[in-house]
């Protein structure tokens, strides 16, 4: 079992940062991937990036490629998004999940932490 706590989520102005985190539970977070997905009022939850269980694999949405950045450290649990060159269009709430292999598909991923608001202002 692998509970997540995301934060950092807020409202920021276009053309800001935000960096936001996920705390992960239990002992076996370094045999997990991660990744990031984010849902829009009114859409449907959709990828955003993903990296491996060490890291070694980042993969990302065409649109934030080259503003955003997943990162992990596996001796904190922990994994980033830093988000940066925010527009209007990437406000949604945040969420990150777990599963055992990496994927761009929300429903192959085991465990989904409970999401942070991110507000991008124009």
């Known amino acids: 079992q692998v509970q997540l706590l995301e934060s950092g989520g807020g409202l920021v102005q276009a053309g800001g940062s935000l960096r936001l985190s996920c705390v992960a539970s239990?002992?076996?977070?370094?045999?997990?991937?991660m990744g990031w997905f984010r849902q829009a009022p009114g859409k449907e939850r959709e990828f955003v990036a993903t990296?491996?269980?060490?890291?070694?694999?980042?993969y990302y949405k065409d649109s934030v490629k080259g503003r955003f950045t997943i990162s992990r450290d596996n001796a904190k649990n922990t994994v980033y998004l830093q988000m940066n060159s925010l527009k209007p269009e990437d406000t949604a709430v945040y969420y990150c999940?777990?599963?055992?292999?990496?994927?761009?598909?929300?429903?192959?991923?085991?465990?989904w932490g409970q999401g942070t608001q991110v507000t991008v202002s124009s």
């Open positions: 990296i491996s269980a060490s890291g070694g694999f980042t």
């Open positions: 239990g002992r076996t977070f370094s045999s997990y991937g």
């Open positions: 999940a777990a599963n055992t292999q990496g994927s761009t598909i929300p429903s192959t991923y085991d465990y």
